[in-house]
Every structure is written in structure tokens, then in C-alpha cells.
């Protein structure tokens, strides 16, 4: 009796093992959010992957690691790695493990979907460290745009300065902004920021502050948002040269010239109009004394 159960005992073990044996430690992920979407090249992107089969403890130790292959990179001294051990569950006690990275996207990065990888690393107690490699589809879109700013006039009299603005990319923004900041070769006064609103692909516009600008460089911040409502800013610098704005043709120095042709051909009028009515009063005179001598 007692010889039974003990093979039976071991004939339980046994089964065990092979069964234990038999598992396989089958991790596998999927990416649950990216944001922005679409990512940027030359910008971040928030990537957050759910990584399920953790809960198997024939896995050991895992280890989820970021793999740095273009398009894609992490800043230096960040966290690649994430490790756990397999059959214990995380601190929320869910059935899977959650990893995030804030990942940099290379400035020449292509529009449309571009394979992100993580590496799983399975070091379970019965078998050699084996390695997985997943891959998830990050979509990349550039929405930056450009633009080609100007100065279209200058009236020293109001001190209106007028700059025109095109918008020579791709895309349509909202809310565009345009600041002076603080600097040597312009005086703003009243508001240094005038607001534009949407400017289409390829359209331009015009906009105007009051100020006293110097010759030389005048630096500018656009702000606007673009496609997906993200706020982005770039910085323009625009040449002011004083010279273009004077001794035209219709400017206030053409104008006094011929304001004051105008007042002298007026005098010259009034002085022969006048000449000529003394000159009739006279001859009305002496034909009165004529009249009275005969």
C-alpha cells in the first residue's frame, strides 16, 4: 500500500515537471496609445505598450527593452529596460504590464508608418535566456510648416510699421501669432503681439504694430497651431532698412513739396487778383473825377 502511493506520488512530480516543461513563455505586445498622433519628425511622441503573458511564472525574469533604431531614440540616461518577474502580477494586480517611453523622433523620419521595437528577454528558471523582438507601427506625418515674412511699409509720420506674411508650406494654420520681443532695433508701442487668425497654404496677409524701428535686424515669433490642434512656434528675423521707406513718390515728403507749389501758385493768384482790383478801383476813380470835372 505504502509502495503504491509512493509511485503514485512520483508519478505526480513527474507529470508535473513535463507539464511545467512544457509551457512556453509566450509574451506578446500591443500599442494602446500614441501621442501626438501623428508624431512629428524632430519632435517627442508618448508611446504606450501593454505587454500580456507575464503572468506565466515559467518565464522567470523578463525584461522589456526600448531597441534605438532610426527613426527612433530615447534622451540619454533614460530608463530602456523594464523588468518584472513572470507569474507575479504588478502592483495593480492586472494580468499584464505596462510600459511607456518618451521617444524622440529623428528629424528625418518620412511620412507614414514607421516600425518601433521592443525586445523581450525571457531568462526562465529551466532554460537558457531567450530573446523576442516585436515590432509596433508609429505614424509619423510632418505638419510643420513655413513662412516668408517681410516688411511691406513703413510710415514714419503714424510710426506704423507693416509687415506682410506668406505661408509657403503644406499645411493650414489657426490661431497664428505674431510677437515682438524685447530688443535692441525696435520700440514697440501698445501691444508687441497681433493676432492673425487662420492662414491657408500658399495664401498671404498683412499685419501692423506702432513702433519706431532702427536699421537692422528685427526678430519675430510665429506661433499657430497646426493640423492637430498642436501649438508650435518658429522664429523669423526680417531686415529693416530705413532708406526704402523715404523720398517716395506719395510719401509725406512728396506731398510737401507740392502742398507747397500749391501755396504759391495760390499766392501768386491772390497778389495778381488784388493787383488787378486796386488797379480797377483806380481807373473807376479817375473816370468818377472826370465826370465831375465836365
Known sequence: MKRGILIAVLLSIIFMHVVCASEVCDLSGQLINQDPYPASPGEYVKAVFQI????????????????????????????????????????????????????????????????????????????????????????????????????????????????????????????????????????????????????????????SFEASPKEGEIKLDILYNDEINLRRTIEKKVYFNPNYFTNRAGDGNGSSKWKWVFVLVVIIGAVWWWRRKIKKEKEHHRKHQQREMI
Open 52 to 207: 500580456k503573458g507575464i503572468t506565466n511564472p515559467v518565464c522567470g525574469k523578463i525584461i522589456v527593452e526600448f531597441v534605438e533604431d532610426f527613426p527612433y531614440s530615447l534622451d540619454p540616461g533614460a530608463n530602456k529596460k523594464m523588468e518584472i518577474i513572470g507569474g507575479i502580477y504588478p502592483k495593480d494586480y492586472s494580468s499584464f504590464l505596462l510600459a511607456q517611453y518618451n521617444v524622440r523622433v529623428d528629424e528625418q523620419a518620412i511620412d507614414g508608418e514607421n516600425p518601433l521595437k521592443l525586445r523581450y528577454t525571457i531568462a526562465g528558471s529551466n532554460t537558457n535566456a531567450s530573446y523576442k523582438t516585436e515590432e509596433f507601427n508609429i505614424t509619423i506625418k510632418d505638419l510643420h510648416t513655413d513662412f516668408e515674412v517681410s516688411i511691406k511699409n513703413y510710415d514714419k509720420a503714424t510710426n506704423t510699421l507693416t509687415f506682410e506674411i506668406l505661408n509657403t508650406g503644406e499645411h493650414d494654420v489657426e490661431a497664428l501669432t505674431i510677437d515682438i520681443p524685447n530688443q535692441q532695433n525696435i520700440a514697440v508701442k501698445g501691444s508687441n503681439r497681433n493676432i492673425v487668425g487662420s492662414l491657408d497654404s500658399n495664401e498671404d496677409t498683412t499685419f
